[in-house]
């Protein structure tokens, strides 16, 4: 069974810094592009940042100064960077993956979430 699970998430200040993680278990072939969504209260769930196989970046405007993506593609994993955090940040952040398995499927992957509050 193929899994994405998040972590990192917390209670941080206004102005503070998380790190999150994505760590991918499973039967996975190749991962073909990761990305990180997020999802406020009371809103629709946002793309934050997207990153393809080959590292090339892309960033919501509300984040792209402050937010980093990366991923380690040997270990499967995606992170997210995120300096500077507002209040408007918080949200249950969201790993997706456009994935193949060694059955030859290919389809999209969610992670269960994890919950980033920016709050004095």
């Known amino acids: 069974q193929v899994q994405f699970v998040e972590s990192g998430g917390g209670l941080v200040q206004p102005g503070g810094s998380l790190k999150l993680s994505c760590a991918a278990s499973g039967s996975i072939s190749d991962i073909y592009l990761l990305a990180w969504y997020r999802q406020g209260p009371g809103k629709p769930r946002e793309l934050v940042a997207r990153?393809?196989?080959?590292?090339?970046?892309l960033y919501a405007d509300s984040v792209a100064d402050r937010f980093t993506i990366s991923r380690d593609n040997a270990e499967n994993s995606l992170y997210l960077r995120m300096n500077s955090l507002k209040p408007e940040d918080t949200a249950v952040y969201y790993c997706?993956?456009?994935?193949?398995?060694?059955?030859?499927?290919?389809?999209?992957?969610w992670g269960q979430g994890t919950q980033v509050t920016v709050s004095s």
């Open positions: 997706n993956a456009f994935a193949a398995v060694t059955t030859g499927n290919t389809r999209n992957y």
């Open positions: 990153i393809t196989s080959g590292g090339s970046a």
